[in-house]
């Protein structure tokens, strides 16, 4: 059975650090994985994918990938009160399109 | 450009009573997937949608779940009889392509009594 790892949380960082979540997957032919937001009571939100090992940033959101850890990560600089929030991994599988998530690990960051 | 949309955002039915989510994609997105969130447990998938066609239903609880995707733009996701376990949170999503990133809805908040 598919499955992807996430610690729950919560993860408690203060106001202007760097908030590193981390995500193990066990399907080995995984292809491509996404990171999505969830406020409470609200619907996840895109905010990063990744599709090839490495490290891909978009502002001060950095996605990394090891296909051969079997393992992503998503890091937040410069954390704000508004990133307080769930997030959740989620990655597709080889032959399909469908998304496999994670429980998602919430995120405290503190004034 | 409007995002993905449900309807209705909450209903609370009694066992064995008929509901009825809609979902509207992005528009142009071909591909249609509902997702489940139950109490406690991640989201996991239920069906996908490539146009008007299942692409896959593995993920579908039962026989009282029935998905349809008539002309290949809105989706419906009908539970009859529902029963207490189909309580949860009922997301749509779209994506323009296979294997690329994937837009929620808001979700719909079922709650069987």
């Known amino acids: 059975q598919k499955e992807v790892e996430q610690n729950s949380g919560p993860l408690s960082v203060p106001e202007g650090a760097i908030a590193s979540l981390n995500c193990t997957y066990s399907d080995r032919g995984s292809q491509s994985f996404f990171w999505y937001r969830q406020y409470s009571g609200k619907s996840p939100e895109l905010i990063m994918s990744?599709?090839?090992?490495g490290d891909k940033e978009d502002g001060r959101f950095t996605a990394q990938l090891n296909k051969a850890s079997q393992y992503v990560s998503l890091l937040i600089r410069d954390s704000q009160p508004s990133d307080s929030a769930t997030y959740l991994c989620?990655?597709?599988?080889?032959?399909?399109?469908?998304?496999?998530f994670g429980k998602g690990t919430m995120l405290l960051v503190s004034p | 450009e409007a995002g993905v949309t449900q309807f209705p955002s909450h209903s609370v039915i009694e066992k064995g009573q008929t509901v009825t989510l809609r979902c509207d994609p992005i528009?142009?997105?071909?591909?249609l997937y509902w997702y489940r969130r139950v109490m406690g447990k991640e989201i996991k998938f239920l069906l996908h949608f490539v146009k008007e066609s299942k692409q896959d239903e593995s993920g579908m609880p039962n026989n009282r779940f029935l998905a349809e995707r008539t002309g290949g733009t809105y989706s419906t996701l009908k539970v009859q009889p529902a029963e207490l376990e189909d309580s949860g949170v009922y997301f749509c999503?779209?994506?323009?392509?296979?294997?690329?990133?994937?837009?929620f809805g808001q979700g719909t908040r079922l709650t069987v009594v």
């Open positions: 999503a779209s994506s323009l392509r296979l294997n690329t990133e994937a837009f």
């Open positions: 990744i599709y090839s090992n």
């Open positions: 528009s142009g997105h071909d591909n």
């Open positions: 989620a990655g597709t599988g080889s032959g399909y399109s469908t998304l496999t």
